[in-house]
């Protein structure tokens, strides 16, 4: 049996610590489980016990993913945890969104590292990732194809400023995923120099102010719902931000001449873009790219590499011709959508 | 090729035509001669070479990328030329460039160079270039450019940069070529209007309007001519120093579908008519014109099967005569004696219809309604009427049969784009079946419509869709079965593309059923009746 293979598994479709009794970001409840960030992929409610960074938690309970049964143990990042049966349990940032870990877990001088989701491009709301050499190494591979090369991120805020400057009786209605694309949109906008109140739709308000009372600033930005009804064109020219669905649906036709435009991952593909009806495609995204996916398995060092969700066919078969083993875990309850 | 690759991004993202117009013509003003000329030929589709081949692009893909993981991305993006925008690995030793290339001097180049220099220039630019930048060159170079935006909105643009009637560009379009110096030195207000008498060449035809009951009061024996509106094509034919043309009614060049038709054609003139296909003095059905439409190179066999006929309407143009300005009853004489010089089996007049009274033409009317759609109603025309481009105000009417009527339910619905982009407003309904594949009954979709109903029935179906989802398939959406809509047609074909077999012309929600129960609506029957098979 190779690395890892003795004491980690794939239970029920879940990814399992066999001598810890514990499972890693489980999609259905379980007694005892690491949590790697907070989006709901990852995040479920329901579980007995939860081992997660104090901002994860944080999120969690923002989301109402954990009650006032839910036994809670915040971790900071590098802070080990005796999870019992000699297995240590400790958090490395993951550069995905606040709070976002990789999960490194060391029992018997072997040493497994679940990334969870993260990626390798400046983020000013989180920590940068870190590389841990590790044995084996899990990680996602949500964009992994040779197409997906992400530009950086302020050539397409300068695309955003652009159409903003040329089009100024638009309303530039931006949809962004509410945790943590959300409030990388807003704080990269700032650092460009975007000085206007942001417009926010309700469902990205709780999760804003929670990055704030982590010592964020995003400067003002208030609720598109205080703002009457009457006042169509109070918005022209400004930025408003929403969850992608409600771009194009009945939300959006409150504002006077809207500018539909989407910040994802995916906007990278044209017919994706046009397919939710985006006006401006953003490529923004918060996983690694094709390129970075193969230099982060390759600088942990890890001899075995186990794919959890995602393009999997792809990167599994580019490590293996870089002769690192690879293999697909089969998990369920990853879906692709969330969070980018 | 910074800027026009900015520009393609731009149509393309944007939905509402207005806005592409605006954007259009802000680059047209800003852009210098001949990038300008050569981005309009590029976005009205009429480029007349490939830069390179499409094969190209493919094989210096495979020689630098894995094929596996190629195949899996090309899978997953659905399309060859963004695929390798996006993924194309730098060269090694890859040259750089100080600045990318002007639009001209990309084509320039390509035109001069060898079958190894298109290679080698087509990697230099790669090279240098961003995945946009990348997708610009490559639609550009093999022509697959779909930007979502209609030649006549490109002329449009040009109508309004110049403050003229679109029908003073349709009229001057089909006589210029890329780059268009001559055009843009018009708009700029630095020369005349280009000069196009001496090119045979497509000129937009006239059109009719819907007749409306007040429209009666005006129509006599005496002022007004009647024929029959003929469900064919409506096609130009044009001769000129020896060489002669049939264009469609949008002005696509479709000599070559037609070369029997063509080969018959050695006059020095322009014929205004309806292409049917026409054996032994009897006219095809419009399923017998389908052969013939859309085959580039039809078989003499098939030309001897369905040979292509023109039953005239009107003339243009004789030696070089310009008789658009004459009244229709002098033209009408032309081609009178014009056509009993051509050849009987290729070209016939239309026939005046004998009428007094409205209830004549009613009882015409009815008559077409017998054709089993091969006569789609009546032409009623002013005598007086000189020949213009468009659709001048009561000059010509029709007066079609009364439009097909079948009960369909809705199947699927779609969201709009620009103003009903929030709504789903375009419906696709079906008639009930055998399902082709298993037999059993079914719904079969028959057509896709997306206007009949009002701004408030909008509201009204948008919500019910909204309260009825089934499955969702990428921008479809699937709904529950219980929605019937009346929905008119103007005719059907067989369609061997529909799984029902059977495509609408013109279809369009007449009314809302809300009351009727979705198995009360119409069989796959009844359209097979219609059609008469």
Not at chain 1, 182 to 203: D, E, N, W
Not at chain 1, 309 to 319: D, F, I, N, P
Request: with cysteine; proline share 5%.
């Amino acid at each position: 049996m190779s690395a890892g293979e003795t004491w980690m598994a794939v239970r029920d479709g879940l990814l399992y610590c066999i001598p810890a009794n514990c499972y890693i970001d489980p999609h259905e409840p379980v007694g005892r489980a690491i949590i790697t960030h907070g989006h709901a992929d990852h995040a479920r409610s329901g579980h007995g016990e939860v081992f997660a960074t104090s901002e994860t938690i944080a999120i969690m309970r923002t989301r109402y993913y954990t009650n006032d049964n839910t036994q809670e143990t915040a971790l900071n990042y590098g802070e080990r945890f005796d999870l019992g049966n000699g297995v240590t349990l400790w958090f490395a940032s993951a550069g995905h969104i606040l709070g976002s870990a990789q999960a490194v877990l060391e029992f018997q001088g072997e040493r497994v590292v679940a990334a969870g989701d993260f990626k390798r491009h400046p983020d000013p709301t989180c920590a940068p990732f870190e590389v841990v050499p590790c044995d084996v190494f899990i990680t996602e591979a949500t964009f992994a194809l040779p197409v997906f090369q992400h530009p950086p991120l302020e050539r397409e805020v300068d695309k955003l400023m652009r159409s903003m400057a040329t089009l100024p009786d638009r309303t530039h209605i931006v949809g962004v995923y509410a945790l943590g694309k959300c409030q990388r949109v807003m704080k990269t906008l700032r650092l460009a120099g975007y000085k206007p109140p942001f417009y926010i739709h309700g469902a990205l308000k709780r999760l804003t102010e929670l990055y704030e009372s982590y010592g964020q600033d995003f400067g003002e930005w208030e609720l598109v719902s205080d703002i009457p009804r009457s006042k169509k064109d109070y918005f022209t020219g400004k930025v408003v931000l929403c969850p992608p669905a409600q771009i194009n649906d009945r939300w959006s036709r409150r504002f006077a001449n809207p500018l539909p435009t989407v910040a994802s991952g995916w906007m990278q593909i044209r017919a994706r873009a046009r397919q939710k009806r985006a006006e401006m495609a953003l490529v923004v995204s918060d996983h690694a790219d094709w390129g970075d996916l193969l230099r982060t398995c390759e600088e942990t060092k890890a001899k075995n590499i186990w794919i959890t969700h995602g393009r999997v066919e792809a990167l599994e078969y580019a490590l293996k011709q870089r002769g690192i083993n690879a293999k697909s875990l089969d998990l369920i309850g990853m879906e692709e959508e969330v969070g980018e | 090729m910074k800027d026009f690759s900015r520009l393609l991004d731009d149509l393309y993202f944007t939905n509402s035509n207005l806005a592409k117009e605006t954007i259009l013509s802000n680059y047209l003003r800003e852009t210098p001669d001949p990038d300008r000329g050569w981005a309009l030929a590029a976005i009205a589709g009429t480029l007349s070479f490939d830069l390179f081949k499409r094969s190209l692009t493919k094989k210096l893909m495979m020689e630098r990328m894995d094929p596996y993981l190629f195949d899996l991305s090309r899978h997953y993006v659905g399309e060859l030329s963004e695929t390798v925008a996006l993924a194309w690995p730098q060269s090694k030793d890859a040259v750089r460039l100080n600045r990318l290339p002007d639009l001209h001097e990309v084509i320039q180049e390509f035109q001069q160079r060898s079958k190894t220099g298109i290679r080698e220039y087509l990697i230099i630019l790669l090279d240098n270039m961003t995945p946009a930048e990348r997708w610009a060159l490559l639609k550009l170079g093999t022509r697959g450019l779909r930007i979502g935006m209609s030649a006549r909105t490109v002329k449009r643009t040009l109508a309004n940069m110049k403050d003229v009637d679109i029908a003073v560009i349709e009229e001057l379009w089909h006589g210029l070529e890329p780059p268009y110096l001559d055009l843009f030195e018009w708009i700029d207000g630095k020369a005349e209007m280009p000069d196009i008498s001496q090119v045979l060449t497509y000129s937009p035809v006239m059109l009719a309007h819907p007749i409306e009951d007040k429209d009666f009061a005006r129509i006599t024996a005496d002022t007004h001519q009647a024929e029959w509106k003929w469900d064919g094509i409506r096609v130009q034919v044009a001769g000129l120093n020896g060489e002669a043309k049939i264009f469609s009614r949008t002005g696509d060049d479709i000599s070559h579908s037609f070369s029997d038709l063509k080969d018959a054609v050695d006059f020095e003139a322009i014929l205004d008519g309806e292409l049917l296909v026409r054996t032994n003095d009897k006219i095809g059905s419009f399923n017998d014109l389908q052969q013939r439409l859309g085959r580039k190179k039809p078989t003499k066999k098939l030309m001897d099967e369905y040979p292509a006929h023109v039953i005239a309407y009107d003339i243009l143009s004789l030696n070089g005569e310009n008789l658009r300005k004459f009244p229709l009853s002098e033209r009408r004489k032309i081609l009178k004696f014009f056509i009993e010089k051509q050849d009987s089996t290729r070209f016939s007049l239309s026939k005046l219809l004998d009428f007094e009274t409205q209830e004549d033409l009613a009882k015409l009317r009815e008559a077409a309604a017998g054709t089993k759609g091969l006569i789609e109603g009546v032409m009623i025309k002013q005598k007086s009427s000189p020949y213009i481009s468009g659709r001048p105000k009561h000059r010509w009417y029709k007066w079609k049969r009364e439009p097909f009527l079948l009960d369909a339910v809705l199947m699927y619905a779609q969201r709009g784009t620009g103003k009903r982009s929030s709504y789903y407003s375009d419906y696709t309904f079906g008639l009930w079946g055998p399902d082709p594949k298993t037999s059993e009954d079914s719904l079969l979709p028959i057509g896709k419509a997306y206007f009949g109903f009002t701004d408030e029935e909008l509201k009204d179906l948008d919500k019910w869709v909204r309260n009825h989802k089934l499955a969702r398939f990428g921008p479809v959406q699937e709904v529950e079965k219980e929605l019937v809509f009346e929905v008119a047609f103007d005719s059907a074909q067989i369609s061997k593309r529909h799984k029902s077999g059977f495509a609408l012309r013109f279809p369009r929600i007449s009314r809302i059923r809300w009351d009727k129960p979705a198995h009360e609506a119409d069989r796959i029957d009844a359209l097979a009746r219609i059609v008469g098979t």
